[in-house]
């Protein structure tokens, strides 16, 4: 029998990959492979997305684009549809192939703590996750992928660079890093971690090492800040204050509230990955605000994890890279330090995964030196089986966005994401009325987004329902009272109404403070005072009143004496209807 080499082993784990993935071809685009690839003409042509190469991640509609920079994914894109004339086929059987590789990549990194065998259970490990399942099956995941296989690749040819005695040889390996790191960077957000999983190997792989590699460590952090300013000046402005709704208008405490249980969530899906969901959103996951005893239990869980990767490093150091590589490919997702875009997702996981795959590779290198192996083997066996199964039968669920919806209403009711998306799918699809009642669903489910009011506001515009419009906006803002693109809405919801001056002029007064122009919000005010003395219709001044009480206080605070002498002169009073 051949004796197995780490690249033997590295082949069979991207082999095992594609076999559990062998099912994703016949996926077509689901949700956003729509516009990021489907409509994206940037997507179609390499000469396109060359000439696009310093254009935002996504496609800009209606002057609007959600940022994000990632041109190394969009380029192979176009190489996709180059090749293929635009089949989905080939680009899902690109994200297995890509998978693949950075399956095989693990066990290449891997291999230097553990013997070959249990570095390729590692990498068996990995390349089976059910977590997996939406960075490989989605087409989108790609960026994921890439940005894997560029860290990975990385940590390899830096370990090369500290290893090797000739100064040619340093040059090249050091060339190779740079590039490596370039390709995570331009491919997700997340690679600006590479300089710490970098010094986090050097500190681990010491055997045969020739030097620490202190000045290509400070070369790619230079890369790194390079890049944060390229995308700054690209994407920044479009991202920047993007927070997931359930996170908008929380304090730190009630962020950490809210997110430390999620870390729960997470340990879950890196070791019982059996539960999927394509979202995490309210109510998936409970918006919390105080700290309950499920918080503290988050918070020592979050804390032990961490520990353990600490204390790892002489007795285990592949469980040590595992956690710490892992911890630090999701930190910047993980709104512990700053409020992010996504509360949870899968895909974010992808390089996280890398904890349970190389625990599972270091147990059974223990197991294999005593009297343990068969029950290790067999524990693998069944480990990789329910993995691989979960995989393989979780693929077609994103076959395409009608079926991603109709499972996950399924599987999560709950979810007011999944309303949201699939009023948008009637929308398109010229179902008007029933696109409004599914995202009044969501308005009710969860009432703190500001898409879904603006969503709602403007099909009930379209549709006559102008009531509808008004109160959705009133309670979003009721929950985000210092939005300013709820003020913005609301605004703009009362000059298509040709609603009386004082209500537009109040309104007014609001978006202005809360856009810092304090001038303006004054000049608002007065016009307010001005148009109340003459006003004959006085409906919703109660709601206005309590909307701009703090704009009012800080302005003009004899303002709200004459709102209430006007009201009293009508015979109204507020605590009634509003």
């Excluded at 549809?81 to 095989?104: E, K, M, Q, Y």
């Excluded at 681990?204 to 400070?218: F, K």
Aim: glycine share 8%; charged share 15%.
């Amino acid at each position: 029998m051949s004796r197995l080499t780490p690249g033997r082993a590295a082949l069979v784990a991207g082999l095992v990959a594609v076999v559990v993935y062998a099912n994703a071809p016949r996926n077509r685009w689901a949700l956003d492979d729509v516009p990021v690839i489907w409509q994206n003409p940037v997507a179609h042509s390499v000469p396109a997305a060359w000439a696009a190469r310093y254009s935002p991640y996504w496609p800009v509609e209606l002057g609007h684009t959600a940022g994000l920079y990632r041109p190394a994914v969009i380029v192979s894109y176009a190489v996709d549809w180059t090749l293929s004339g635009g089949d989905p086929r080939w680009f899902h059987l690109h994200n297995v192939l890509l998978h693949a590789v950075a399956s095989g990549l693990v066990v290449l990194v891997v291999v230097v703590w553990l013997p070959v065998p249990a570095a390729l259970a590692a990498g068996l490990v990995f390349a089976v996750h059910p977590v997996h399942v939406e960075a490989v099956a989605n087409v989108v995941g790609r960026a994921e992928l890439l940005a894997a296989i560029g860290l990975l690749l990385a940590v390899l040819a830096f370990r090369s660079y500290r290893w090797t005695d000739s100064r040619g040889a340093r040059l090249g390996w050091g060339v190779a890093t740079v590039a490596a790191i370039s390709l995570a960077l331009l491919s997700k957000e997340h690679a600006v971690v590479a300089p710490v999983v970098l010094a986090l190997d050097a500190w681990l792989a010491r055997a045969g090492v020739r030097r620490w590699g202190t000045g290509l460590l400070l070369v790619t952090l230079a890369l790194t800040l390079a890049w944060f300013a390229l995308w700054q000046a690209i994407a920044g402005g479009y991202v920047e204050g993007v927070v997931a709704p359930a996170l908008q208008g929380l304090s730190l405490g009630q962020r950490l509230a809210t997110m430390l249980p999620v870390y729960l969530e997470v340990l879950r899906l890196l070791t019982w990955p059996f539960r999927l969901a394509y979202d995490y959103s309210p109510q998936v996951i409970p918006l919390r605000t105080e700290v309950t005893a499920v918080v503290v239990l988050g918070a020592l869980v979050a804390g032990a994890v961490v520990a353990l990767g600490a204390s790892s490093h002489r007795r285990a150091p592949a469980v040590a890279f595992g956690i710490l590589a892992g911890l630090a490919s999701y930190l910047p997702t993980s709104n512990l330090l700053m409020a992010s875009g996504t509360v949870l997702g899968e895909r974010t996981l992808y390089l996280f995964a890398l904890a349970p795959a190389l625990i599972v590779g270091w147990t059974l290198a223990r197991a294999w030196e005593g009297r343990w192996r068969t029950i290790a083997l067999v524990g693998l066996s069944a480990l990789l089986g329910v993995y691989g199964i979960r995989s393989f039968t979780r693929t077609p669920f994103w076959m395409d966005s009608r079926t991603v919806l109709i499972e996950s209403i399924v599987a999560n009711p709950e979810n007011y994401r999944t309303r949201q998306q699939l009023a948008r799918q009637r929308e398109l699809g010229g179902d008007s009325l029933g696109a409004l009642a599914e995202y009044l669903v969501a308005s009710e489910l969860f009432e703190r987004d500001p898409a879904v009011a603006s969503a709602t506001a403007g099909l009930a515009l379209a549709l006559g329902r102008e009531r509808i419009a008004l109160r959705t906006v009133r309670r979003a803002v009721d929950h985000l009272p210092r939005d300013v693109f709820l003020a913005s809405l609301y605004l703009e919801l009362h000059q298509e109404l040709a609603s009386p001056e004082w209500q537009r002029e109040l309104a007014r007064a609001r978006f202005e403070w809360l856009s810092g122009r304090r001038a303006a919000a004054g000049g608002a005010l007065e016009r307010a005072a001005v148009a109340l003395g003459q006003a004959e219709r006085l409906e919703g001044l109660c709601w206005e009143l309590r909307a701009t009480r703090p704009v009012v206080a800080g302005l003009r605070p004899g303002l709200e004496q004459l709102a209430e002498d006007a009201l009293q002169r009508a015979g109204l009073a507020c605590g009634g209807p509003g």
